[in-house]
C-alpha cells in the first residue's frame, strides 16, 4: 500500500467513525518525520480510543501495522506511527491547546473530500 492509499484508508475510517475535523496535512517538504499528518478529535476520550482502535484494525486489516502507538491510556492525545504517515487523535480541548494545525500551517492541506471520494474511473 503507497502512501496516498494509506492517508485515504486512514481518513475514511476516521469518517466512518464520526471523527470531528479531519485534517490532513502534507509536511514532506518541512521535514523528514513524515510525509503526511492526520489529524482529527472527538468530544471524549472514549470516542479518542474508539478512533485509534479502528484505524489500527481496518489498517492490519490491509496489513499495515502502526511502528508506534502513544498516549492510549489517557486518550487525550493518541498518536498512531505507520511511518510516512502519523495520526493524531485529540480529545477537543488538548487539540485546541496544542494547535497543530496551526503549527504545520506551512505544510500542504489536502482536500479529504477528494480521499474520500476515492479516484475516478
Do not use: C
Not at 496516498?4 to 475514511?12: M, N, P, Q, R, S
Not at 471524549?44 to 489498517?59: C, F, G, W
Not at 492490519?60 to 493518541?78: C, D, H, L, S, T
Not at 506511527?81 to 504545520?104: A, P
Request: avoid cysteine; proline fraction near 2%.
Amino acid at each position: 500500500m503507497n502512501t496516498k492509499e494509506k492517508v485515504a484508508l486512514i481518513t475514511k475510517t476516521l469518517s466512518n467513525k464520526q471523527a470531528d475535523d479531519i485534517e490532513v496535512i502534507e509536511i514532506s517538504d518541512l521535514t523528514i518525520l513524515t510525509d503526511y499528518f492526520v489529524i482529527a478529535s472527538a468530544s471524549n476520550t472514549t470516542h479518542v480510543r474508539a478512533l485509534s482502535d479502528e484505524v489500527e484494525y481496518i489498517a492490519k486489516q490491509e496489513g499495515v501495522y502502526p511502528n508506534r502507538v502513544e498516549g492510549y491510556q489517557g486518550a487525550n492525545w493518541i498518536v498512531l506511527d505507520y511511518g510516512d504517515v502519523i495520526v493524531h487523535l485529540f480529545y477537543q480541548q488538548t487539540r485546541e491547546f496544542y494547535n497543530l494545525d496551526k503549527l504545520w500551517s506551512d505544510g500542504t492541506k489536502v482536500d479529504i473530500q477528494t480521499l474520500l471520494d476515492g479516484p475516478k474511473a
